[in-house]
């Protein structure tokens, strides 16, 4: 490596591992260290995480609202492939606001579980107007 390292951008999410990188780059290297967040809807952790990079001597933070494309990207393709999470329950079931989780061997294809979905909020509203 030719010279020394000035400056460094950490992709940084505020978590345990990312900031004890920061602190050994700092140690190690003596350099500046920039961190970058992307905002893919984390809400509340987005302010303790710059807090914390700020507390640790970081002068520059960067945050983006990555949402839209992380969706677009990643979250809708995941839905169309069926993706499965720890090789038994379907992927989109960890995004519902439920704690509970629907196992893959119960399941009904994704687009049989929106139409199921789509019509029980159909029937709950009708009720609560009723």
């Known amino acids: 490596?030719?010279?020394?390292?000035?400056?460094v951008v950490l992709a940084y999410s505020g978590g345990l591992d990312?900031?004890?990188?920061?602190?050994?780059?700092?140690?190690?290297?003596?350099?500046e260290v920039v961190t970058f967040t992307a905002?893919?809807?984390?809400?509340?952790?987005?302010?303790?995480?710059?807090k914390k990079a700020r507390k640790l001597?970081?002068?520059e933070i960067f945050v983006d609202d990555l949402r839209e494309e992380f969706a677009r990207d990643f979250v809708f393709?995941?839905?169309?492939?069926?993706?499965?999470?720890?090789?038994e329950y379907l992927l989109g079931s960890r995004s519902r606001t439920?704690?509970?989780?629907?196992?893959?061997r119960t399941?009904?294809?994704?687009?049989?579980?929106?139409?199921?979905?789509?019509?029980?909020?159909?029937t709950r509203s009708s009720r609560i107007s009723a």
Request: one cysteine or more.
């Open 1 to 7: 490596m030719k010279g020394k390292v000035k400056k």
């Open 18 to 31: 990312t900031s004890v990188v920061l602190k050994w780059l700092q140690d190690t290297y003596g350099c």
């Open 39 to 50: 905002d893919i809807g984390q809400g509340e952790e987005l302010e303790p995480a710059r």
């Open 57 to 59: 001597g970081v002068k």
């Open 77 to 87: 393709p995941m839905f169309r492939a069926n993706a499965i999470y720890e090789g």
């Open 98 to 104: 439920r704690p509970e989780r629907t196992p893959l």
């Open 107 to 122: 399941a009904r294809p994704a687009r049989a579980t929106t139409r199921c979905a789509s019509s029980s909020a159909t």
